[in-house]
């Protein structure tokens, strides 16, 4: 069965909810970094999802991989974004949220990869 909605990608599914982990976890973050590192991880976060469905609204595959990219390059600013707020003491070690992100970036290297063999 063709996938019709953005919500039936898995790496959508996944991105989802590592955007709802984020928005969780920056929550408890000091009052100082609301403006700066609360901010920019979750602009990076909710980019990711968001990128993913508006790639998938693209009708060329060249366009479509495009965003994937995006959401890609995304995933990769919140992992250090991870690395610099545990180092900072603003979180614990959370390696299924580590996880989460790092199979999401690689499903969408792969949605990437197989978009563009399409082009």
């Given at each position: 069965m063709a996938t019709t909605s953005f919500t039936q990608l898995d790496v959508w599914k996944k991105a989802h909810q590592?955007?709802?982990?984020?928005?969780?976890?920056?929550?408890?973050?000091p009052r100082h970094q609301l403006f700066t590192m609360v901010s920019q991880m979750q602009r990076a976060a909710y980019s990711i999802p968001a990128n993913i469905t508006e790639g998938f609204?693209?009708?060329?595959?060249?366009?479509?991989?495009?965003?994937?990219?995006i959401?890609?390059?995304?995933?990769?600013?919140?992992?250090?974004?991870?690395?610099?707020?545990?180092d900072r003491g603003y979180r614990k070690d959370d390696?299924?949220?580590?996880?989460?992100?790092?199979?999401?970036?690689?499903?969408?290297?792969?949605?990437?990869?197989?978009?563009?063999a399409r082009a």
């Open positions: 590592v955007t709802m982990k984020v928005y969780d976890l920056t929550e408890h973050f609204g693209r009708r060329r595959p060249n366009d479509k991989a495009r965003y994937y990219n959401a890609f390059s995304s995933a990769e600013e919140l992992k250090y974004f991870l690395i610099l707020s545990k390696p299924a949220l580590d996880c989460l992100v790092e199979d999401v970036s690689g499903m969408l290297r792969k949605l990437e990869e197989s978009t563009l």
